[in-house]
Nanobody, 124 residues
Framework: QVHLVDSGGGSVQAGGSLRLSCEVSGFQFTKRLLGWFRQAPGKEREGVACFSMTTGYTAIADSVKGRFTVSQDNAKNTVYLQMNSLKPEDTAKYYC?????????????????WGQGTQVTVSS
């Protein structure tokens, strides 16, 4: 059974940093698409960052480019989202996700498995 456990959210002031973690279990970690998404109240879920564990292809959303980076630790089956220079508009619940198929990796519809989400709140 596939499990994704995301953690690391919290409350920070604008300009601060957080690192989210997503521990993946139950399938072969190194041959999947993994992504980070966020959803603010009243808004659609949007892709933040994603990468292919097979090819190394990485995509970062324009809204966070230059501030957010994604990385992984294969030994720990964990993927990270480092968020720097946070802005109030980054406030949302953040989710990690894993896809067993292919497609545009910032599109949430291709993902089969989701973490429970972790809240990030950025105050001005």
């Amino acid at each position: 059974q596939v499990h994704l456990v995301d953690s690391g959210g919290g409350s920070v002031q604008a300009g601060g940093s957080l690192r989210l973690s997503c521990e993946v279990s139950g399938f072969q970690f190194t041959k999947r698409l993994l992504g980070w998404f966020r959803q603010a109240p009243g808004k659609e879920r949007e892709g933040v960052a994603c990468f292919s564990m097979t090819t190394g292809y990485t995509a970062i959303a324009d809204s966070v480019k230059g501030r957010f980076t994604v990385s992984q630790d294969n030994a720990k089956n964990t993927v990270y989202l480092q968020m720097n220079s946070l802005k109030p508009e980054d406030t949302a619940k953040y989710y990690c996700a894993a896809a067993t198929g292919g497609g545009y990796c910032l599109f949430p519809g291709i993902y089969n498995y989701w973490g429970q989400g972790t809240q990030v709140t950025v105050s001005s």
